[in-house]
């Protein structure tokens, strides 16, 4: 079992940056993170390889933010910048130690965190 703890959310103005933290207890393989807007479904953000040699984004997202990782200290951060008022959301990290690719779905995920609120508004 590895347990998944977010933390960085926040109350930030449009164009603003935000980092999100995501301690993992345990050895991990892919990473990602979701976000989840008030009556939306749940939409993958960003992932990444245990090697960091390739990350994934969604389009909304791409250039914005970028997704990293430690191994050393078994957690992975998601730096965002130019925050828009659509990326107000709860954001959510999730691990496995099942796959080796980036997954774009839920299902492909094994362990997520509790979440953490991020609104963007002036």
């Known amino acids: 079992q590895v347990q998944l703890v977010e933390s960085g959310g926040g109350l930030v103005q449009p164009g603003g940056s935000l980092r999100l933290s995501c301690a993992a207890s345990?050895?991990?393989?892919?990473m990602g993170w979701f976000r989840q807007a008030p009556g939306k479904e749940r939409e993958f953000v960003a992932g990444?390889?245990?090697?960091?040699?390739?990350?994934d984004y969604a389009d909304s997202v791409k250039g914005r933010f970028t997704i990293s990782r430690d191994n050393a200290k078994n957690t992975m951060y998601l730096q965002m910048n130019s925050l828009k008022p659509e990326d107000t959301a709860v954001y959510y990290c999730?691990?496995?130690?099942?796959?080796?690719?980036?997954?774009?779905?839920?299902?492909?995920?094994?362990?997520w965190g509790q979440g953490t609120q991020v609104t963007v508004s002036s």
């Open positions: 345990g050895r991990t393989l892919t």
């Open positions: 990444v390889l245990r090697s960091a040699i390739s990350t």
């Open positions: 999730a691990a496995t130690t099942s796959w080796t690719t980036i997954g774009r779905h839920s299902n492909e995920y094994d362990y």
